[in-house]
């Protein structure tokens, strides 16, 4: 089958095998797929993957509970036997394989092997592209699992690329005064456009008074810049991963009694249940949709400044 496969490069393949599914496993041939900033790292070298890159998806399960039907699929596959598993933290399962990022082959291919158990359907009136916008729309939801929400928080978003966009949206729905900062007039007037308020981050003035920060820059400097903003007892949400090393004093956090959240991967039947509704409007993010072929100018254009979402069509 076709299959972009990073292997110290990045290489189109039309000769990838698919291995065989397990007993508890279905493959899904895939209709669109996105590139991520995590893809975009990857072939930087992070987590040393090699493989078939691609984590966020739509398909048709060929077999199990939705066969025939399009699904999108939740990206860590747990053991469910070991400790942690056992807790209801499949999501942090030391023997997880994470699709197109860990020991598991992804999605820019013509088919990817995914747990049974991780499908969800999607209804029939969201979208392909919408629908590969559920798994970076999921970890958007994974905040409000994670921080109780009563509406009317104060809350600032760092970083003004996809996934700051849709945490943005996400707490927006969830009642709170949502503001966004960053550096791209394009990237911040389409948050204006959905009515969100944005700074540029030249304007941004120290003022302690956001309950909750969430740092969605993926640069080093974007935790020192959350401190500026987050009040006393306010909660920082780190929801980028930063490959270099950071150094930052720690004193802030004890003597203004700080909260620094880590928030990964979220739920998919919230993520997909906002997509129904038309509550979260991912079309302006959408930048260019390239074939499988395509890969090297898809990745390209990916890293570009101007870009948002690119996705592969795989059909
Ligand atoms: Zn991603
Ligand atoms: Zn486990």
């Not at 992070?46 to 066969?67: K, N, P, Q």
């Not at 996809?162 to 996400?170: H, K, P, S």
């Not at 620094?260 to 979220?266: D, F, I, P, Q």
């Amino acid at each position: 089958m076709r299959a972009i496969v990073f292997d110290q490069t990045l290489k189109f393949c039309t000769d990838t095998a698919l291995r065989s599914p397990g007993s508890d496993e279905v493959i899904v041939d895939i209709l669109q797929a996105g590139i991520c900033e995590t893809d975009l790292q990857l072939c930087k070298g992070y987590m040393g993957f090699c493989g078939t890159l691609g984590h966020e998806f739509v398909g048709i399960a060929r077999l199990g509970r939705f066969a025939g039907q399009r699904v999108v699929g939740e990206i860590n596959c747990a053991c469910h036997a070991c400790e942690m598993c056992q807790r209801q933290l499949s999501n942090h399962c030391p023997n997880r394989t994470v699709i197109g990022i860990v020991a598991h082959d992804g999605a820019f291919a013509d088919s990817v092997i995914v747990p049974d158990r991780n499908l969800h359907a999607v209804p029939d009136h969201v979208s392909d592209a919408e629908a590969v916008f559920v798994e970076p729309l999921a970890a958007a939801c994974r905040i409000a699992e994670q921080i109780t929400l009563t509406g009317g928080e104060v809350v600032t978003v760092l970083g003004d690329g996809r996934l700051g966009n849709l945490c943005a949206q996400v707490l927006r729905h969830q009642g709170c005064q949502v503001c966004v900062v960053g550096k791209h007039d394009f990237k911040l007037r389409i948050l204006q456009r959905l009515d969100i308020p944005t700074i540029k981050l030249e304007d941004l003035q120290p003022r302690r008074d956001s309950d909750i920060v969430i740092d969605c820059t993926g640069s080093p400097t974007g935790l020192a810049h959350a401190l500026q903003l987050v009040r006393p007892c306010g909660t920082i949400v780190l929801k980028t991963t930063v490959a270099a090393d950071q150094t930052l004093h720690m004193a802030p956090f004890v003597i203004d009694e700080i909260t620094l959240l880590g928030s990964r991967c979220g739920p998919f039947a919230d993520a997909i249940e906002l997509l129904s509704q038309g509550a979260i409007s991912v079309a302006p993010l959408l930048t260019a949709t390239y074939p499988l072929e395509a890969a090297t100018h898809a990745f390209e254009h990916a890293v570009r400044k101007d870009a948002l979402k690119v996705l592969f069509d795989v059909r």
